[in-house]
Nanobody, 126 residues
Framework: QVQVEESGGSLVQPGGSLRLSCAAS????????VAWFRQAPGKEREFVAAFRDSGGNIIYGDSVKGRFTISRDKAKNTAYLQMNSLKPEDTAVYYC???????????????????WGQGTQVTVSS
């Protein structure tokens, strides 16, 4: 049985940093595409970042480029999202998603991912 679980969400001040973690069981991330999405109240789920091929083919959403970094610890089978220079508009529930190796053009679409975590809340506010 596949399980995906996010952690690390918190309240942080604007300009601050936070690292989210995504731990998986029942699958090995090295063979899967792993992505982060987020959803703010009243808005659609938004693509944040994704990687496949053991860290190759990394892509980011336009709103987080240069501020967020996605990575993976192979030994721990855990993915991370390092978020720097946080802004109030980054406030959302952040979800980790994964599925078998996707083509690059499909990596940004939430409909392509079959395994999701329950989400972790990130609030950026002073």
């Amino acid at each position: 049985q596949v399980q995906v679980e996010e952690s690390g969400g918190s309240l942080v001040q604007p300009g601050g940093s936070l690292r989210l973690s995504c731990a998986a069981s029942g699958l090995t991330f090295s063979s899967y595409t792993v992505a982060w999405f987020r959803q703010a109240p009243g808005k659609e789920r938004e693509f944040v970042a994704a990687f496949r091929d053991s860290g190759g083919n990394i892509i980011y959403g336009d709103s987080v480029k240069g501020r967020f970094t996605i990575s993976r610890d192979k030994a721990k089978n855990t993915a991370y999202l390092q978020m720097n220079s946080l802004k109030p508009e980054d406030t959302a529930v952040y979800y980790c998603a994964t599925d078998k190796r996707l083509i690059v053009s499909a990596m940004t679409s939430p409909a392509m991912y079959g395994y999701w975590g329950q989400g972790t809340q990130v609030t950026v506010s002073s």
